[in-house]
């Protein structure tokens, strides 16, 4: 089944301790970036992948790493989670990035940092 | 720079009733845009999307879009609501100065089905 996978499902942390969310996707796809979703604000955007590699800032990367070491994996690190990093992040997904190109979503992490 | 203003937080339609959700976007060149649902506890599903072409796009579960440049929007209708379709939509637009590698989402709107 062709899908995208993320874990944690859910994580309370503390802060400053560090953490990495887990994304995999089997789809063979170039593209994948991460978002963080709040009350009010959508989804934002904080990086994206075109390719193993090749990694971007999105809108809000302030606070995050990540790494394209594998195609299929694309993991977000938080080397010193502080509060203002909780919320509900999603990894997504697709074939090259274009834009005809639709994005699998991961069913989520939702981060808690005390 | 790319915006999409989904005015309304949240909508209540009776099941059986038509549905409309808005969206508004600012974009200065023909924009690429995007309905995706998400179900509780779930990600984000796209239902649709608008390149060029045709300005009423269909797509999965019943719904539509229309897209009007005169007035700026993507509207998402369905003539009848059914009780599954309880959940939060998102309208985006592709960024096209980053050539179309990212999208910029809605804060999106909640759509709550009585019976």
């Known amino acids: 089944e062709a899908q995208v996978t993320q874990n944690p499902r859910y994580l309370i942390t503390v802060t400053g301790k560090k953490l990495t969310v887990t994304c995999s996707q089997n789809m063979n796809h170039e593209y994948m970036s991460w978002y963080r979703q709040d009350p009010g604000l959508g989804l934002r955007q904080i990086y994206y992948s075109m390719n193993v590699e090749v990694t971007d800032k999105g809108d809000v990367p302030e606070g995050y790493k990540v790494s394209r070491k594998e195609k299929r994996n694309f993991p977000l690190i938080l080397e010193s989670p502080s509060p203002n990093q909780t919320s509900l992040y999603f990894c997504?997904?697709?074939?090259?990035?274009?834009?005809?190109?639709?994005?699998?979503f991961g069913s989520g992490t939702q981060l808690s940092v005390l | 720079a790319q915006s999409v203003t989904q005015p309304d937080i949240h909508i209540t339609v009776s099941e059986g009733a038509s549905l409309e959700l808005r969206c508004n976007y600012s974009y200065g060149a023909t924009p690429y845009l995007f309905w995706y649902v998400q179900s509780p506890g779930q990600g984000l599903q796209l239902l649709l999307k608008y390149f060029s072409g045709d300005t009423l796009v269909q797509g999965i579960k019943g719904f539509e879009a229309e897209f009007k440049r005169s007035q700026s929007s993507f509207n998402l209708r369905k003539p009848s609501v059914h009780w599954s379709d309880a959940a939060e939509y998102f309208c985006?637009?592709?960024?096209?100065?980053?050539?179309?590698?990212?999208?910029?989402f809605g804060t999106g709107t909640r759509l709550l089905v009585s019976p």
């Open positions: 985006a637009v592709a960024r096209g100065d980053t050539g179309f590698q990212k999208l910029v």
């Open positions: 997504a997904s697709s074939l090259w990035g274009g834009s005809n190109e639709k994005l699998f």
